[in-house]
Every structure is written in C-alpha cells, then in structure tokens.
C-alpha cells in the first residue's frame, strides 16, 4: 500500500541468537516479574465484601430538596439542564396554583423532572449551577438495574420525601459554610414566611 507519509520506516527483522531460541532466559525473567507481586501490596479489595471508605463528598444519586416547611425548592429554571454537559436532566414546568405554597416553594415549580443515570457523569455542575439550593448530589449509589428505561429517574425516586429527610451535613464542608455566608451570593439562602433572609436548612 502506497504510504500517506513518508515517515514510515522499513523494519529488518533480526535472526534471533541460540540463546534467544532457548526462551528460558525470557521465561526467567517473565518469573521473577511474576514473584515480585506476591510481595506487593496489592491494590484491589475483594469488592463487595470488602468497601473502601467513601468520600464525605463523595458525588452519587441525586436529591431533589425540600425546604424547611417541605415545599419542593426546585421551581423549573432549567439552568441545571443547560449546565449538564451530558444533557441528562429535562424537566417541564407548571405553575402553583393558589393552596399548593406547601408543596411548591416558587410560583413556578416542576411538574416533570428527569435525570438519565446512564449518561450522568456525576460531575456536580447541576449541584453548582441550581440557584435555589435544589439539587444536590449525595452519597447514595445508583442501583443496578436491567433495562435502560429503569435508569431516567423521575420525581418519585428524586425527590426527598418528608418522613426521611436526606442529610447533606456531610457535603456542607467548612469552604461550603463559608461561601454561604457571603451577600452577594443570598440566593443560596431561604426565604421565610416573614420574607426575612436566613440561612439555608437542610
Ligand atoms: S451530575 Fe453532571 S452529568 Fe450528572 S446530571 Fe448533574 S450536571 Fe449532568
Ligand atoms: S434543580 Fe435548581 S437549577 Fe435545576 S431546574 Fe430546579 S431550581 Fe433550576
């Protein structure tokens, strides 16, 4: 085949010598590689019997929060689907209607929202990019499932529910309580009834 370049180079083969013929020294020196591991630490565990300690920060399944009075916080901006760079999450939204404050926090709120687990690369930035402190990545793994349809969870499965509250104390890390505290960044603070800021309760 004629080359595309002219980098290629012609390679001779060389005749191998007697001893090289013989293997044994290659076989010799394959042998000592082989003992050399069985005095190594050895780098993996016998999963999962064995589980290494998990990051306090540690990004697995998806929460959907509530917020202090049980109100879902998410109110179907979007921007968490626009930062997605696996474009895992669609949402469609609705608005509250009169009654439902206990349920939806904002008058916009979502009345689908869905996160494809296949295509997640659980990278945080729709944690980043939620200004209302809806969205948060936790320490729970994402099941095995059997079809791929069982992956894109929904509400149901992403959102808290009101009997077992899930804890992100782990997540609020020193630098997160600190980043919290500056103004200038008060939408990552909620409302209460009174309409005076506090600090955020989850
Ligand atoms: S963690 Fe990353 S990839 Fe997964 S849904 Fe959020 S933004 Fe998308
Ligand atoms: S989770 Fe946050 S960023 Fe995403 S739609 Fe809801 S409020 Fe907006």
């Known amino acids: ?22 293997y044994l020294p290659a076989i010799f020196s394959g042998m000592i590689i082989t003992f050399k591991h069985f005095f190594r630490r050895k780098p993996t565990i016998k999963y999962p019997e064995q589980i290494r300690p998990f990051s306090g920060v540690y990004r697995g399944q998806h929460v ?13 901006c979007g921007l968490c689907a626009v930062a997605c760079p696996a474009e895992a ?33 659980f990278c945080g930035d729709c944690e980043d990019a939620c200004p209302k402190e809806a969205i948060f990545l936790t320490d729970r793994k ?21 009997e077992n509250p899930i804890s992100l104390v782990k997540r609020q890390t020193p630098q997160v309580k600190e980043f919290k505290h500056h103004v200038e960044f008060a939408h990552n603070q909620t409302y209460d009834k ?5 600090n955020s309760s989850h």
């Open 142 to 162: 994402v099941d095995s499932l059997y079809t791929r349809k069982e992956f894109v969870y929904g509400k149901n499965i992403l959102v808290e529910s009101k």
């Open 89 to 121: 999450i669609t949402m469609t939204s609705a608005e509250r209607k009169p009654g439902e404050e206990g349920l939806y926090r904002e008058e916009k709120y979502a009345a689908t929202y869905e996160i494809n687990m296949l295509r997640c690369i």
């Open 1 to 22: 085949m004629q080359a595309l370049t002219n980098r290629s180079k012609v390679v001779a083969k060389k005749e191998m010598t007697f001893i090289e013929k013989l």
């Open 194 to 198: 009174q309409k005076k800021v506090k």
């Open 64 to 76: 959907l929060k509530r917020d202090e009075i049980g109100a879902e916080r998410c109110t179907a």
